[in-house]
């Protein structure tokens, strides 16, 4: 019977089942960060117990890190103090850890491809829902809490219930201007916030077939925005051409005894699934939230919604909410909102294709004054690449701040936050009340390029218009 | 290691209204910055509770009435977001033993059952007038009943379901896997054997 790739890999990773009818799953990559692996390595102490397969744990630092201080000890001791205790945890355990030293460092979800350890047909997990940024690759990849980090620690395994398999189909070609972000901002807006609860996400059609590594990662990554623990790409030529000579993949003969097994993990034609949803490519614009889910979104040329113009009453209590803590007016449109920080990086656009469409177009151009603009590499890995490309030089000459590879302001567990209600462009995923360290900060979440026409103009613009796109 | 059977849970209730409360909004990021989860209970739904001054703000929580309340009552999609065990583990610290809303997120939903917090799902009207309810008396005592998948209070009763998996590992006292998990570890050791990516 014609199988998905979600069905073949956790039939391959199946070890038996539980009492309670979960399946104890083999994890065969477990990605580790200082954050939720704390607490983790205290109850296996607690328990006596040892890491069962150090050699399948890998270890970054990338949350707390600053991205304006290299040199240690932090300034903050907190930070710090985390920061030593995943190193003297890795060490204990004999575990890799891409350290600062290492030159390999970066956000967790940028590094594991950028090895090439994460790779089609595997399970992976880490304690951070961003985790199904690797699905790109095929590979079937969960957030856990620290609890199960602690199980897959101890037994490589963890006890889940099997998800369902949503298809979704991106048909046709997209509009000049329109990215990966916004073809994942319009899923979760069409589906919404909670749709994929109880549900894998299985990407595909033509734009993804198009789409590079890159992209396929930063769609796969919201995949949590959408409720879907997980999201995926079938593994195709883009997959196995990205990880040829990476540190990790395989080698000489055994690379291709692995482009067939990755092959044969890809979802056979025809195979059924739990629910099958199509989305035109020409129907999606460069896309802005307004609001404080990542649900909540509008493309760049419509209004902010109105709530009196809403069907339920849910839906008008939600949209009260949000515009204002977002203070913005219902029914203006969302085209020249004042903005104060522009912000690109993060696990869902802070690798190299993202600076290199934003040098591009900003080369020549200066951010507007009053924005402070920051740009973030994913890893130390894209710094450097960004560095020899020049990047670097031509988003300092605009008035961006060229910084150290981390989180950074995404979730600002360290010293880059937004001030009172400053109001970020930010390439990032979440635009949660507060998750930007100002508990009356404001987000606005939209494509790089877009981050970058906010920058140039000081307001929300529509980056067609600003840098002239049209191919 | 034997663990306690959670069938029920009856204690005073408090309604925190809204959909898609996410865990950023439960425990704050930068609160996270701990090795351990010790004391992460006084900082729940922090910057909803407290003014940037320290003083309060107007919150369900802050209500004198509900102080002690073990059962945290709340809306649609309920733990949104992040993965982070902080979120379930400031809940279980301030002093909750169960939450109860109209539908849960998937992470969040694990971890809770994971450290023996039931999260039942009950309907919109339904959690509405246990809201009512315990508005009008905020001493009422609520039971929620895990095994019978129901919630009593004041002589009324509606649905609440925990999912079965979750369900059957809280009243059977497996709701903690790592048990199961590390005897299965020999048949975990053989599939890593005949897995081409791990036996390398």
Not at chain 1, 128 to 156: E, K, N, Y
Not at chain 1, 332 to 341: C, H, M
Request: a neutral charge.
């Amino acid at each position: 019977m014609a199988k998905s790739l979600f069905e073949k890999v956790w039939a391959a990773h199946a070890v038996r089942t539980l009492a309670n009818g979960q399946t104890q799953l083999l994890i065969g990559t477990h990605l580790i960060h200082e954050v939720t692996s704390p607490q983790a390595f205290g109850m296996l102490r607690d328990l006596g117990l040892k890491v069962a397969m150090p050699h399948r744990t890998f270890a970054t630092v990338d949350h707390i890190v600053p991205t304006d201080q290299l040199v240690e000890p932090y300034r903050d001791p907190l930070a710090q103090a985390m920061m030593e205790e995943l190193r003297r945890n890795c060490a204990e355990s004999g575990i890799t850890f891409f350290d600062r030293a290492t030159g390999k460092q970066g956000i967790v979800h940028i590094v594991g491809p950028e090895q090439g350890i994460t790779q089609p047909g595997t399970t992976i997990a880490c304690g951070d829902s961003h985790t199904s940024t690797h699905g790109a690759f095929g590979a079937v990849a969960f957030g856990i809490g620290t609890t199960q980090i602690r199980d897959v620690l101890a037994t490589q395994t963890m006890a889940l219930g099997k998800l369902k398999v949503r298809r979704i189909n991106v048909r046709g070609r997209l509009r000049p201007g329109v990215y990966a972000k916004d073809v994942i901002l319009h899923i979760i807006r069409v589906l919404g916030v909670n749709g994929g609860t109880g549900y894998a996400y299985e990407y595909g059609g033509e734009v993804f077939d198009r789409f590079s590594m890159e992209e396929r990662m930063t769609v796969c990554n919201m995949s949590i925005e959408g409720g879907a623990r997980a999201g995926y790409v079938n593994p195709d030529q883009t997959t196995f051409d990205y990880l040829r000579g990476r540190p990790y993949s395989p080698q000489g003969a055994a690379w291709d005894a692995a482009v067939e097994r990755w092959r044969g993990f890809a979802s056979d034609p025809g195979c059924p699934y739990d629910d099958i949803v199509t989305i035109e490519a020409a129907d999606i614009a460069p896309t802005v939230t307004w609001g404080i889910n990542p649900g909540q979104g509008i493309a760049i040329t419509e209004s902010i919604p109105d709530p009196t113009h809403a069907t339920a009453a849910d839906e008008r209590a939600s949209i009260e909410e949000a515009l204002a803590y977002m203070k913005l007016r219902p029914g203006a449109a969302i085209k020249g909102t004042r903005i104060d920080v522009a912000f690109i990086g993060s696990c869902t656009n802070g690798r190299l294709s993202d600076f290199r469409e934003v040098a591009r177009h900003v080369r020549g151009r200066r951010v507007a004054p009053g924005v402070k603009a920051i740009a973030v590499p994913g890893s130390q890995i894209v710094a450097l690449q960004c560095e020899k490309e020049g990047i670097d030089q031509v988003l300092r000459d605009a008035g961006f701040e060229w910084r150290a590879a981390g989180c950074s302001m995404c979730l600002a567990m360290n010293p880059d936050k937004l001030i009172g209600d400053q109001l970020c462009a930010s390439s990032s995923n979440r635009n949660f009340k507060g998750r930007q360290g100002s508990p009356t900060g404001r987000t606005l979440l939209m494509s790089p390029l877009m981050v970058a026409a906010a920058a140039v103009t000081g307001t929300v613009a529509d980056a067609r218009e600003v840098f002239a796109v049209n191919s | 290691m034997a663990l306690e059977k959670i069938t029920a849970v009856t204690g005073r209730a408090v309604y925190v209204p809204g959909n898609d409360i996410d865990t950023d909004r439960i425990i704050p990021a930068r609160f996270m910055k701990c090795v351990t989860f010790d004391g992460l209970g006084e900082f729940l739904f922090h910057d909803v509770r407290k003014n940037a001054d320290g003083t309060d703000q107007a919150h369900p929580l802050n209500d004198p009435r509900f102080r002690g309340a073990t059962i945290l009552l709340s809306g649609a999609n309920f733990g949104c977001g992040s993965s982070r065990e902080h979120a379930p583990q400031a809940i279980q610290k301030y002093g909750f033993r169960a939450v109860v809303a109209e539908s849960f997120a998937e992470i969040f939903f694990g971890n809770c059952t994971t450290l023996g917090i039931p999260c039942a799902a009950a309907a919109r009207a339904d959690i509405a007038r246990l809201a009512a309810a315990i508005a009008a008396d905020p001493s009422l005592a609520v039971t929620l009943d895990v095994a019978a998948g129901e919630i009593r209070f004041g002589g009324q009763a509606i649905p609440a379901e925990v999912r079965p998996a979750a369900r059957d590992a809280l009243i059977h006292g497996r709701w903690d896997a790592i048990g199961e998990l590390l005897e299965g570890l020999p048949a975990v050791q053989a599939l890593a054997t005949r897995t081409p990516y791990l036996a390398a």
